[in-house]
């Protein structure tokens, strides 16, 4: 289960409907599984079909989260043609990265679509996200 | 010459769990063999067969992306810091650095 706050769910969306057509992409940290704060990434690609972060922007984004003993909880980006449910590409990656959780957002009708999901040695499993 | 090497917590397996390990090495493919040599199996999660950085991770030589500098022939002095961290991408598709 992805707990978070409406405020941070609500800017997780306006970042991908501000982005659309290309695909956005950024960081949710937490504390003991509790998300507490969003870092808006910059995606490399600027491309409708993919994202990569920043390199430069990554890397003060990782040493503030670990200099502030947060977790890296979740990557959230958005999908923009397809559904919000984990592409062969984003497996891939998943097995390389330190994400607990992967947070899609589908912009591509007006109704906005957002799932969670955990992927655990390439095993896609959807878990509900909670909004307090 | 002694440089420190930040390790990322997902390649921390091959570091006994330390967060910061020493190596030396003249040049950044100098320093990852030295790092082999005490945390076997390191190399491979850096480097690909072919001998290329690998794509799933960045390397930072004192915070700059080695992409953006020599990439494995880049150069190294006593006292310079190397951070490892994961890539990362994905998408829909995939951008530039998918399959």
Same mark, same amino acid.
Request: aromatic share 6%.
């Given at each position: 289960m992805l707990t978070l706050s409406q405020d941070l769910l609500d800017r997780v969306l306006a970042h991908a /409907? /501000?982005?659309h057509p290309d695909e956005c992409c950024g960081v949710i940290a937490g504390k003991d599984g509790v998300a507490t704060r969003l870092f808006e990434m910059a995606n490399a690609d600027r491309s409708?079909?993919?994202f990569t972060f920043d390199s430069a922007e990554w890397l003060r984004v990782y040493r503030e989260v670990d200099d502030a003993d947060e977790e890296l909880l979740a990557v959230y980006h958005s999908h923009t043609a397809t559904e919000a449910y984990p592409s062969r590409t984003d497996v891939l990656w998943s097995q390389h990265n330190e994400f607990a959780h992967w947070l899609l957002v589908s912009t591509r009708s007006e109704q906005d679509e957002v799932r969670s999901f955990t992927i655990t040695d390439g095993v896609v499993a959807e878990e509900p996200v909670t909004v307090t | 010459m002694s440089i420190e090497v930040r390790i990322p917590t997902i390649l921390r +397996?091959?570091?006994g769990g330390?967060?910061?390990v020493e190596a030396k090495g003249? +040049?950044?493919l100098g320093l990852i063999d030295d790092l082999e040599s005490r945390h076997a199996g390191i190399k491979d999660r850096l480097i690909t067969a072919e001998g290329a950085l690998h794509r799933f991770v960045n390397i930072y030589v004192n915070d700059e992306d080695v992409r953006f500098l020599g990439s494995l022939e880049t150069p190294l002095k006593d006292g310079d810091s190397v951070t490892v961290l994961p890539a990362v991408a994905g998408g829909s598709v995939g951008g530039a650095v998918a399959l």
């Open positions: /409907r /501000r982005d409708p079909t993919g | +397996t091959y570091t330390e967060k910061a003249d +040049t950044l």
